[in-house]
């Protein structure tokens, strides 16, 4: 089939451009990863080293290997490295939640413990009773532990066992326990086995490790006021609606998370191909954070990924001009300066073949676009036309040559549509005019490579 033909071209110039993009990408994540991982749990070398050990041989690959597997692999690495994150963050989740467990039963160990000494009549010295108040109260109390024992201690002192009742005496023994950790059951009160806490303490714990403590604030608030509700159905509608609010928080947070993370990676990209022309862009996206509308990120991800198309495209229709007549002028067939412009401009270009006087070979199509097409052309009205099927013959042995050359170097030329030789009359163009040569002529000849 060495008819015309319609072509689907990517040069390998801009299918290096773009694993490049993927690279830069990968490489952000890595980082983060770098970042983040440490403070959620501690690293292991062996796992940082095998990370930055595929990191590098991704590296290395960029200058070859196809696009397909490049991007599988870029994918898989990336997809570990945000699993493993995840996984870390839940780990640091689950731990901010036995936290907030341990601080609500130490609350209502004070609390029962404070009832108890109060009801027996135990004095205990000004600093144990404020400690004891304050961790009542749900103030954070650094030897909480400590305080607690210590009231037990008083609470069962033998000299005041006697004025305790059997229920006093079986709640020190209970808070004894537990300080040394051989009982937990016990004091598993109605509010600790609440699901909705269970679920409250998930996500305040979430927000405060992604987002900060602040951002968890005024729910913890709104979570003591509710604990402190004496009406039992006003407290289930105040923790009900605290459930509903705080999902949806967590929800939010995570989605202006993923929403900066994909803003601040195509800034990046963006910044290294055309940071002077989208200077005002890329400074909006830098100016960007958590507390950004999510339609903004939204819209500025999706300008930088469009300047980034357009930089591609723009670079890549370039690229796609060079390759292809750098490959005929490989050929034999004459290429001079210009000829790149030429085709920007007019939307075609003509080359002559000096082995087959009279003939070339026609390229033209959108090069932006990577849809081009190329046929045999004669530039002699006047011509002997019993020669047209054998210049179609030759075209065909020289197309074939092209599209295992330029694959080779790393370029992907795949055929859409051709018609046989001889099927459609030969096209007649103008006759190329034979451009003026001197001693300081650039003009490509066969077998010259260079091209402006």
């Known amino acids: 089939m060495s008819g015309p033909k319609v072509l689907r071209f990517q040069s390998e110039a801009e299918l290096r451009a773009l694993r490049e993009d993927m690279l830069r990408i990968l490489e952000r994540e890595v980082l983060r990863w770098q970042e983040r991982a440490p403070r959620l749990k501690a690293l292991e070398q062996a796992q940082l080293a095998a990370v930055l050990a595929r990191r590098d041989a991704l590296r290395a690959a960029v200058t070859k290997g196809d696009n397909a597997l490049y991007a599988y692999q870029v994918k898989a690495e990336t997809a570990w490295l945000r699993a493993d994150l995840a996984e870390r ?54 030897d909480a532990e400590g305080v607690l024992a210590r009231a037990t201690l008083a609470l069962s002192s033998r000299d005041q066992s006697e004025e305790l009742s059997q229920a006093q005496r079986a709640i020190a023994e209970a808070l004894r326990e537990d300080a040394t950790g051989s009982s937990t059951a016990w004091h598993a009160a109605p509010a600790e086995r609440d699901p909705r806490l269970q679920r409250i303490d998930r996500h305040i714990a979430e927000l405060q490790l992604l987002q900060g403590a602040v951002s968890a604030r005024s729910f913890q608030d709104a979570l003591r006021a509710a604990e402190a509700e004496p009406d039992v159905q006003r407290r289930n509608l105040l923790l009900d609606s605290l459930v509903l609010d705080l999902g949806s928080a967590a929800d939010t947070s995570r989605q202006q998370r993923d929403h900066l993370t994909h803003l601040q990676d195509l800034a990046h990209v963006l910044s290294t191909l055309d940071a002077d022309s989208q200077a005002d862009l890329l400074r909006e996206a830098a100016a960007a954070d958590a507390s950004t509308p999510a339609a903004r990120l939204l819209a500025l991800a999706d300008a930088c990924q469009e300047a980034i198309d357009h930089y591609h495209q723009r670079q890549a229709a370039s690229s796609r001009r060079a390759a292809l007549l750098a490959g005929l002028a490989e050929l034999g ?76 170097q790393g370029s992907d030329l795949q055929v859409e549509r051709a018609l046989g030789v001889g099927e459609v009359p030969l096209k007649e163009v103008e006759a190329v005019a034979e451009p003026a040569r001197s001693a300081s002529d650039t003009s490509r000849r066969p077998g010259d490579r260079r091209l402006r």
């Open 89 to 142: 963050e839940e780990h640091a989740i689950e731990q901010r939640i036995a936290q907030r467990q341990r601080a609500r039963r130490q609350q209502q160990n004070a609390v029962i413990v404070l009832k108890a000494l109060q009801a027996g009549g135990v004095a205990v010295d000004a600093d144990l009773s404020q400690a004891l108040d304050r961790l009542a109260e749900g103030s954070p109390e650094a």
């Open 333 to 408: 067939y004459e290429v001079h300066e210009g000829m790149e412009t030429a085709w920007s401009d007019h939307g075609r270009v003509v080359l002559r073949r000096p082995a087959s006087p009279g003939y070339g070979v026609e390229l033209g199509g959108n090069a932006a676009s990577g849809r081009l097409q190329v046929r045999a052309v004669a530039m002699n009205t006047e011509r002997d036309r019993s020669r047209d099927r054998d210049v179609e013959a030759i075209w065909c042995g020289d197309f074939s040559r092209l599209k295992a050359q330029l694959n080779a």
